[in-house]
């Protein structure tokens, strides 16, 4: 899956996010990729997962080409991911999105195939939110915990803070980091959060080696990585989450 990040805009109540897909499926017609990430945005605004996820819950659904009032296709689907950015180093979660663009936007479908249009960018109203202060960034910031989702659209230009998209692929039953820059094999990290216990394989699930329950995908390194222990450690301590504190509701 291709894995791509943007940052959020907000000015007063209104909130605007644009990002690149991530996959075209040319025979089904379906568009996929991030439609909202949880990272702290220029205004210094965090928009949650839980917010994003209540908000496409209550979408209807219709596709716009750039914003302009007319539908030319449907969300198919929508579920929350996962994304790791590896030059910062941290975890983000978000809304991953399928859209089905309609055979009688054939006009659109083009644009999106020849990458005229290149991402999806959503619209939408903040309700509810709290302040915050976070303490690696020294800076008050907003934790936005509600908000009504208006439109969701297909966009010619959409913001990507990061000049490398990735995408992770199955080459003879291996995970494959593929990009511009990278093509190299990868392993996968898992945490038993109660034993302390870390373990790095290519399979896509764990077991815990003390109990046996599934431990926690918490990413990924690269195979010759040489500073791979480095990694695993910093893996970890991301897993933990955004340190926040000093909140007080707005």
């Known amino acids: 899956m291709t894995i791509s990040k943007a940052q959020w805009e907000s000015d007063g109540d209104n909130l605007r996010l ?15 990729g991030f439609a909202t990430l949880d990272n702290i945005d220029k205004q210094n605004d965090i928009v949650t997962t839980d917010a994003s996820l209540k908000a496409f819950a209550k979408f209807r659904g ?47 479908w083009e644009k999106v195939t020849d990458g005229t249009l290149s991402g999806f960018s959503i619209g939408g109203k903040m309700n509810k939110w709290d302040d915050g202060y976070d303490e690696k960034m020294d800076k008050q910031i907003r934790i936005i915990k509600d908000y009504d989702l208006v439109e969701l659209s297909l966009v010619d230009n959409p913001a990507n803070q990061f000049a490398n998209i990735m995408s992770i692929e199955k080459v ?12 190299t094999e990868i392993e996968n990290v898992f945490w ?30 690269e195979t010759n990585d040489n500073e791979k222990a480095e990694m695993i450690k910093f893996l970890v301590d991301s897993a933990k989450g955004i340190n926040l504190s000093k909140m007080t509701k707005e």
């Open 18 to 32: 644009s990002m690149p897909f991530s996959k075209v499926d040319k025979e089904r017609r379906i568009v996929s």
């Open 62 to 108: 219709n596709i716009r080409e750039m914003h302009e009032p007319i539908a030319v296709g449907k969300m198919v689907a929508f579920k929350e991911d996962k994304y790791f950015d590896p030059d910062t180093r941290k975890f983000y979660t978000g809304v991953y999105v399928s859209a089905y663009v309609s055979k009688g936007a054939q006009a659109t």
């Open 172 to 183: 003879d039953g291996v995970d494959v980091v593929k990009s511009e820059m990278l093509n």
């Open 192 to 221: 038993d959060s109660e034993n302390g216990i870390v373990t790095v394989s290519k399979e896509e699930s764990a077991a815990s080696p003390i109990n046996g329950t599934p431990m926690k995908n918490i990413g990924f390194v």
